[in-house]
C-alpha cells in the first residue's frame, strides 16, 4: 500500500548524477518535500548552498531499472515563502545581434512579493519603468529529472534526455511526467521552483522561488524504454526535446511524439503525420539555458479513436 | 468616405514583387475578393495557374509610401469550396535525421471534405491509418504580404520582412497586420488560404483551400517605418519573424516587439524585458519553408498602466 | 571561333534577375569588362551608383537554357585603382552575445592602399591600434552569379542556387565556376571585388576594390541540372552550398559534392562517403551575409582511379 | 628536473571528470603511454573496454589549480598496430533532409590497413566500390581533455569548454594545448586516436586505431583564466569552439581569439577586428558530435608588430 513520506532536505546537489539516495521509495509512494530557490535560500531566506539551481533529492524509487519508464506526477506545487527574484533585462542571445548594445551590461537583480491569496506577484524593487507590474503565479519547476546515461553528471544549469533544467512553463501542478531510467532506482531530484515564467525564459529567470512540493513516483512500464521525457497534463500528451540549436530540439520532440503515438495507437507514421500536420502544438520552454527546451503537443482525445485495445 | 470594391482575380502572381496594381484603392477601402489555392485551383476546382501559392493581387493603396505602416485587416476569411487537399508525411527536416529513413518517399495528397456547416474537415481519402480523422477548421492565410525592398521579387514559398508565406495560424479572421512598405502604394498581395494548420506547417501545408476574403487597407503611419510585420488579434499584440533558423525569427520577432513596446508606453528596455521575461510567448509559423517563422506575443492589456498619452 | 568582347559598363543592378542583356555572347566566348566596388565606385573612385554590390551585367550566354549548366572560368581579376576599403569590427553575429557590447557601435571605414607590384595592402587610416598592418592581396570576386528561379530578383546582398554574394575567397583568378541555369541566356553578373577577405568575412568585407575582369563562359552541358554552384580551382572540386544556418549551408554542399561524384565516377553512395568521410574539406565563405556559404571540397586526383570510362 | 614516465594503462574512463588520477607528474614532466581505439580495442585488438572513446588517465599534474592554464604538447603520435577502422555511410545530419533516405541504413565497418612505412592508409573490406581506396595518414587524437567545471563528468562522445571529443584533424604531433583548469591537478584524460580524418569527421569516424603518445605538460600561467581550448601548432594560433550549432562554436572559437590577442598584443578591439577581417581561417573539426568543434586560426608572424614587450 502506498506510503506518504514527509522529507524535508538539508544537502543539495548542483548535478544530475548518480549520488547516494536521500530516500527509498516503493513504486507508487508520495514524497512532501521542499525545494530551495535557484540560487540556494530555502523558505526562510537563508542561504543554504551557493550555487545554482541546487537539487533536492535524488529520491530512489526501488524496482526502476535501466531501460524502465518511470512516472513523476506532481501532486502539489506551492511557493513556500512571499518573496521572489528574477532576472531584469533581455538575455543577449534573444534579440537581433545589432540591438545587444541596447540592454544594459551587469546583472540587476528583480525582487517581487508574492500573494498566494491573489496568486498574484509584484515587482517591488529595484525602481525602474516597470516596477509595480503584477502578474498572475502559474507555480512550476524550473529543473527536476532523473540520473542522466553512462554515468555521467550533468550541471543543474543544463538539460538532456533524463530532464533536467528545461524551464517549460507547463511543467506545473496536475503535470505527470515520464523519463527514461538509466541507474538503479531512477534517481529522481527536483529544484528551480518558479512562481511564473515566460515562454522561452528570456531574461534568465521565472519568478525563483522556493516550494514545497508534493509528488507521486512509479514504476510506469518495465523494460520499454522511451528516448525524452514525455508528459500528460490537462487533456494534452506532450513530449520535451532539449537541445541546441531550437530546430534540434523540435526534432528530438516531434520525431518522440511520433513514436508515443505508434506505441499507444492503429496509425502508423503517415497516420500520425497527418494528425500532426494539422494539429502539433509546439512551445518553447526555454532558448536561454546551454540545452534549449522545445515541446510538442497534441490533444489526447484527437487519438481516442485509434487507441488500442488493451 | 471609404468604398468597398468587389475584385475578382484573373490573373496571379507567383512572387511578390512591384508588380503592376490590379486595382488602385483610398486607405481605409474595403476589397471582397478571392484566392486560390496553394495549387492554383479555385472555386470550382479548377486550375487556373500552376504553380505555388498563386497571389491575387497586388493591390496599390494610394498614398502609402515607403517609410509608412500599412495596415491590413482580415474582415472574413472563408472557404469557397468543399474540398481541400494537405501533405500526409512529416517534413524530413522536422524528425531526427536517423528517423527520415522511416518517412515514405514520394509525394501522397490528402483530400479533405470540408464542412462549414459544423465547421470541421474530414480527411476522405487516400485509404491510410487515419481516414475519417475530422478536424475543426480554423480558416487563415499563409501567404500575404507588400513589395519587398530594393526592388527584389521574391518567390512565394518564402517569407522576409515583407511578410509572404509565413504560414502562421494566427492570420485568420479579425486579425489586423501591420506592414513596412517599401513602394509606393505598398502593393498587397494574398493568397494560400488554409481551412486549418498545425503549429509548423510541418506536413509542408494547412488544408490548403480557395477563399473568399474580404480585407480593409490603411495607411497606419506615416514615415515611421517598422522592420517586421506586427499585429493585433484578440488582445494579443504580436510580431511575425521570418528566417532561418528558428534562433534568428526568434530574435527579430523578440526585437521588434520590444520596439513596438518602446515606442507606445513609457517603458524603457529594462522595463520591457521584466514584462516580457514573465508573460511572453512564443508560436512557431512554420518550420517548412526556406524562412521559418516565430511569432512573439503579448497580451495587451498588461501594457495599460504604461501606455503614452495621447 | 570564339571572340573576345570588350564591355565597358555604365549601369548596374543591384538585384540578380532576369534584366535586359547587356551584352549577348556565344559559348565560348570571353569577355574582358570591369566592376564597381561594394559601394558603387569605379577605377576613378567616382560613385557611379549608389547600394551594395553592384553588378556589370547581365551577360546573356547564346544556347543557354533553363536545364543546362553555365560555365565561368575567371581568367584573370586584377584590381584596377590603388585604394580599396574595409569594416573595421567584427559583426556582431560572430562573437558570443555577451561579447557584443565589446564591439563599439557606429561603421568606421578602414582604407587601404593597395600595391599591385608587391601584391600587398596596407591599413593607412584611420588612426587605430593595426594601422599599417600589411597583407598579402588575393583578388577575388565576392558576389556573382546567373538570374534566380522562378522569375525572382534577387539582392545582391544575398545568396542562392543561382550564386550571388557568396564572398568566398577561393573565387578568384583561375576558377571555374559551373551555374543551373534558369533563364535563357543565364544571365550572368559579377561585381563586389575584394584585394582579399579572411574566411567568413567577419567584418563584413573583404578589401572593396573595383576591378578589371576577363572572363570565358559556356555552355558546360545541356539539360542536366546541378542544385548549387559548382567549380573547380587549383586541383580540387568544390560546391558552395548558400542557406542559413551553417548546418544546412554545409548540407547543400556535401549532399551536392555526393551528386557530383556519382555522376562522374564509379563509386556510390557508400563509396563517395568512405572517401569524403576521411578527405573533405570544409571552407566557410561567409557567416556575414543573410544567407552564409559553406564550400566542401575534394582534391580531384583522389577520383582519378573511379573516373568513368568517357 | 623535468622526468619521463612511461605509464601502460589497465583501466580506462568513459566519461571526462574527477576521476582518481592513475599518475601525478611534475609540471615539466614527459609521459609516455598508449591509447586504445575508439571501441576499446588495444595494440592486439583486444577488447579491453567496452564503449566508446575510452580515455587513458587522468594524470595529475601537480601544481594545477582551478583558474590555471595547463599545457599539454603532444611530442609523439603513432599508431602501435596496422589496422584501423571506419564508419562507411555518411551522417543523416551533414546531408539535406531529402537526401537522407539515400543512405544506406545499418552500420557497416569499413577495416583498414595502415602502413607506417608508407605512412598510408587502405581499405581492405567490405567489398564497396571505394575498397582499396588509400590515403596518407595524418595521426591525432579525436578526444582529450581535463576534467570538466563544476564536478561534472561529461561523455567521452561530447566536448566542453575542457576539451572532449573535439575530433579536429589538427591536434596530432607538434601541437600544444591549453585547457582551463577546472579542478586541482587538472586531470588530464586522453584517447580516439585517428590515422586520418577528414573535416566534420562526417562518416562518424576517422580511421580509428590505438596510439602509442608521447606528450609533456605544464602549469602555463596561475590565475588567469581562459574560456576555451587554445593550441599552437605549425605557425599558427588557434581556438576550439565546441558547441551545436556550428555558429555557436564559431562564436566561441572567434570571442576567445579575440580575447587572446588583446592579451598578448597591444591590439584593441578594432585592431584585432581589423587583422581578422581579412586573415582568419575557419576550420570545421567536428559536425558530428553532440558538441560540434569549430576551430578559428591565426598566423602567429602576423602578429609580431603588436606583441606586448615581456
Same mark, same amino acid.
Given at each position: 500500500?502506498?506510503?506518504?513520506?514527509?522529507?524535508?532536505?538539508?544537502?543539495?546537489?548542483?548535478?544530475?548524477?548518480?549520488?547516494?539516495?536521500?530516500?527509498?521509495?516503493?513504486?507508487?509512494?508520495?514524497?512532501?518535500?521542499?525545494?530551495?530557490?535557484?540560487?540556494?535560500?530555502?523558505?526562510?531566506?537563508?542561504?543554504?548552498?551557493?550555487?545554482?539551481?541546487?537539487?533536492?533529492?535524488?529520491?530512489?524509487?526501488?524496482?526502476?531499472?535501466?531501460?524502465?519508464?518511470?512516472?513523476?506526477?506532481?501532486?502539489?506545487?506551492?511557493?513556500?515563502?512571499?518573496?521572489?527574484?528574477?532576472?531584469?533585462?533581455?538575455?543577449?542571445?534573444?534579440?537581433?545581434?545589432?540591438?545587444?548594445?541596447?540592454?544594459?551590461?551587469?546583472?540587476?537583480?528583480?525582487?517581487?512579493?508574492?500573494?498566494?491569496?491573489?496568486?498574484?506577484?509584484?515587482?517591488?524593487?529595484?525602481?525602474?519603468? *516597470?516596477?509595480?507590474?503584477?502578474?498572475?503565479?502559474?507555480?512550476?519547476?524550473?529543473?527536476?529529472?532523473?540520473?542522466?546515461?553512462?554515468?555521467?553528471?550533468?550541471?543543474?544549469?543544463?538539460?538532456?534526455?533524463?530532464?533536467?533544467? /528545461?524551464? %517549460?512553463?507547463?511543467?506545473?501542478?496536475?503535470?505527470?511526467? %515520464?523519463?527514461?531510467?538509466?541507474?538503479?532506482?531512477?534517481?529522481?531530484?527536483?529544484?528551480?521552483?518558479?512562481a511564473v515564467q515566460g515562454d522561452g525564459e528570456i531574461v534568465g529567470t521565472g519568478i525563483e522561488?522556493? /516550494?514545497?512540493?508534493?509528488?507521486?513516483?512509479?514504476?510506469?512500464?518495465?523494460?520499454?524504454?522511451?528516448?525524452?521525457?514525455?508528459?500528460?497534463?490537462?487533456?494534452?500528451?506532450?513530449?520535451?526535446?532539449?537541445?541546441?540549436?531550437?530546430?534540434?530540439?523540435?526534432?528530438?520532440?516531434?520525431?518522440?511524439?511520433?513514436?508515443?503515438?505508434?506505441?499507444?495507437?492503429?496509425?502508423?507514421?503517415?497516420?500520425?503525420?497527418?494528425?500532426?500536420?494539422?494539429?502539433?502544438? %509546439?512551445?518553447?520552454?526555454?532558448?536561454?539555458?546551454?540545452?534549449?527546451?522545445?515541446? *510538442?503537443?497534441?490533444?489526447?482525445?484527437?487519438?481516442?479513436?485509434?487507441?488500442?485495445?488493451?
Amino acid at each position: 500500500m502506498p506510503t506518504t513520506h514527509h522529507f524535508e532536505p538539508t544537502t543539495y546537489h548542483l548535478t544530475l548524477g548518480q549520488h547516494e539516495p536521500v530516500l527509498r521509495i516503493q513504486s507508487g509512494d508520495t514524497v512532501k518535500t521542499s525545494t530551495v530557490c535557484a540560487d540556494g535560500r530555502d523558505r526562510d531566506g537563508k542561504v543554504v548552498i551557493e550555487g545554482g539551481n541546487p537539487q533536492t533529492g535524488p529520491f530512489s524509487i526501488e524496482g526502476a531499472e535501466p531501460g524502465d519508464v518511470l512516472a513523476v506526477r506532481f501532486d502539489r506545487i506551492v511557493p513556500n515563502r512571499r518573496f521572489g527574484w528574477t532576472g531584469t533585462m533581455l538575455a543577449p542571445n534573444v534579440v537581433e545581434p545589432h540591438f545587444v548594445h541596447r540592454l544594459a551590461q551587469g546583472w540587476v537583480r528583480g525582487d517581487w512579493e508574492v500573494d498566494l491569496e491573489t496568486r498574484t506577484a509584484t515587482l517591488v524593487r529595484p525602481e525602474t519603468t *516597470a516596477t509595480g507590474f503584477t502578474v498572475p503565479i502559474e507555480p512550476m519547476l524550473g529543473c527536476f529529472g532523473v540520473a542522466p546515461p553512462g554515468g555521467q553528471a550533468l550541471n543543474t544549469g543544463t538539460s538532456f534526455v533524463n530532464g533536467g533544467n /528545461m524551464d %517549460y512553463r507547463g511543467f506545473g501542478e496536475g503535470a505527470t511526467i %515520464y523519463f527514461p531510467v538509466f541507474a538503479p532506482g531512477a534517481l529522481f531530484h527536483l529544484g528551480d521552483g518558479h512562481a511564473v515564467q515566460g515562454d522561452g525564459e528570456i531574461v534568465g529567470t521565472g519568478i525563483e522561488i522556493s /516550494m514545497d512540493v508534493t509528488f507521486t513516483a512509479w514504476v510506469h512500464r518495465k523494460n520499454q524504454p522511451i528516448m525524452w521525457p514525455r508528459a500528460e497534463s490537462d487533456g494534452w500528451m506532450l513530449v520535451a526535446g532539449n537541445a541546441r540549436p531550437l530546430e534540434q530540439a523540435l526534432q528530438h520532440a516531434t520525431t518522440e511524439l511520433v513514436q508515443w503515438m505508434l506505441e499507444e495507437t492503429t496509425l502508423d507514421e503517415r497516420g500520425a503525420s497527418i494528425i500532426l500536420g494539422q494539429c502539433i502544438r %509546439y512551445e518553447i520552454g526555454n532558448v536561454f539555458d546551454p540545452a534549449f527546451t522545445v515541446v *510538442a503537443k497534441l490533444e489526447k482525445k484527437l487519438l481516442d479513436p485509434y487507441r488500442k485495445a488493451p
